[in-house]
């Protein structure tokens, strides 16, 4: 064999190798998809990834998520709302199903979570938001840290 062909297969090896390896950020985890539909998730550090049967399906971040709410109107019609919702990811491998759609899964749960508060004080909304919410979201995998809603 030829020093060239022998260097070549070094380092076409070597890159290999290297593109095995994944460097998960930490407050991040990282799901993966195997080819036949098995799912696993790593979180922070280095990792070996299998590039042709494994792929990275969703990049979660755990910590410091917002959904932007725009306008909600409640379900009594009692006027609408704007806010925001803060939340984190304690289960990433729950959480994976909903990460995509947590802004419409929020929004669809506040409209009658929101009826007949208008009148209420808005620290107390808020309070009482939260623990719904978080009634409503937690077998998902996902902890609601603080609403903002207010009355427009």
């Not at 070094?10 to 190798?17: K, S, Y």
Request: proline content about 3%; some cysteine; glycine content about 10%.
């Amino acid at each position: 064999m030829s020093p060239m062909f022998v260097l070549t297969l070094i380092g076409a090896a070597t890159a290999a190798a290297l593109a095995c390896v994944r460097r998960i950020p930490e407050g991040h985890a990282y799901t993966l998809r195997r080819i036949g539909g098995h799912m696993r998730t790593i979180g922070a550090g280095t990792h070996i990834v299998v590039p042709v049967v494994e792929r990275v399906a969703h990049k979660i971040r755990l910590l410091g998520n917002i959904v932007e709410l725009g306008k909600v109107e409640s379900a009594l019609s009692d006027g609408a709302y704007t806010g925001q919702v803060f939340f984190q990811v304690i289960d990433a491998e729950r959480a994976d199903a909903v990460i995509d759609d947590v802004g419409e899964l929020v929004r669809s749960c506040l409209p009658s979570l929101l009826a007949g508060s208008a009148n209420e004080d808005g620290t107390a909304r808020n309070q009482r938001l939260k623990a719904d919410l978080n009634r409503q979201l937690r077998d998902r995998g996902l902890l609601i840290t603080r609403v903002q809603v207010t009355h427009l």
